[in-house]
C-alpha cells in the first residue's frame, strides 16, 4: 500500500460546528490567546484556563464527524494513511481513522500541570481542586504557545516516508506543524485543500484545490483511488 500523509487543521473540523482557532480579530472566543493557551495564561488564572476547555469540551460532545473525516477513514481500506492534525478533537478517531497523531494534544485528555506524562482520559470538566496522582493540579492535555510538541519528531518521520502529503483545512501558519510541508520526499505528491489563499508559498509542485474540506474530499476521493 501507498503511503498517505494527511495533515489537516481547524477548517476540517470548522464544518462539524466546532470553531476555528482564531476569529479575524486574533481572539479565541472572546479571549486574548494568550490568556487561555499559554503557561503565562495559566499562571495568571487557572480558573479561567480550565472554564475555557471545559467550554469546548462539552462542545465536543454534542457534534459529530463529517462527510470530509468519513472519507479520510475509508481511505484505509486502500492506502496506509497517517493523519497528522493540528485538531485536539476527536472527530477523526470517531469517523473511524486508527492512525492519527494529535500534535496539540487532546481535548479529551488531562494531565499533571507537573508532569505531563501522568495522563487521563477526560469527558468531564476539569475543576480547581482535581488532582493527578502526583498531587499535583489537572490541566488540559493541550500543547500551550510556548510549550515543546512532543510528537513533532514522529510527525515529521510520517512526513518524511509519505508518497502522497495531503493538507486540509489548514492556512500553515502554525510552526512547527506548517514545517512539515518542507520534509516530504521530491517525489511525494502534494495535494491541499483548502478555500482561502493561505499565503503559503507552495511552489510549483502542490496541487492546490480551493475547497472547503467535505467539498474538496468528495471531489478528490476517486482520483485517490486511481493512485492507490
Not at 45 to 59: G, I, K, S
Not at 124 to 152: S, T
Not at 183 to 191: E, G, R, T, V
Request: with cysteine.
Amino acid at each position: 500500500m501507498k503511503k498517505l500523509t494527511i495533515l489537516t487543521g481547524a477548517g476540517i473540523s470548522a464544518e462539524s460546528g466546532i470553531k476555528t482557532f482564531r476569529d479575524g480579530d486574533g481572539l479565541w472566543e472572546n479571549h486574548n490567546i494568550t490568556d487561555v493557551a499559554s503557561p503565562e495564561g495559566w499562571r495568571k488564572d487557572r480558573a479561567l484556563v480550565l472554564e475555557f476547555y471545559n467550554q469546548r469540551r462539552r462542545q465536543l460532545h454534542e457534534v459529530e464527524p463529517n462527510d470530509a473525516h468519513k472519507l479520510i477513514a475509508d481511505l484505509e481500506k486502500h492506502f496506509d494513511v497517517q493523519i497528522i492534525t493540528q485538531n485536539i478533537d476527536d472527530l477523526h478517531e470517531r469517523a473511524g481513522s486508527t492512525n492519527v497523531i494529535h500534535i496539540h494534544g487532546e481535548l479529551f485528555k488531562s494531565c499533571s500541570c507537573n508532569n505531563k506524562g501522568l495522563i487521563y482520559e477526560q469527558k468531564n470538566d476539569i475543576n480547581i481542586g482535581d488532582k493527578a496522582e502526583d498531587g499535583a493540579q489537572l490541566r488540559p492535555f493541550i500543547v500551550w504557545f510556548g510549550e515543546d510538541v512532543p510528537l513533532m519528531k514522529e510527525a515529521t518521520k510520517k512526513a518524511k516516508e509519505a508518497d502522497i502529503f495531503l493538507v486540509i483545512g489548514t492556512s500553515l501558519q502554525v510552526y512547527p506543524a506548517a514545517g512539515l510541508i518542507h520534509d516530504i520526499k521530491d517525489d511525494c505528491l502534494l495535494i491541499v485543500i483548502n478555500p482561502n489563499e493561505t499565503g503559503f508559498g507552495y511552489g510549483q509542485r502542490a496541487v492546490v484545490m480551493k475547497e472547503t474540506a467535505t467539498k474538496g474530499m468528495k471531489l478528490l476521493y476517486d482520483k485517490l483511488l486511481n493512485l492507490a
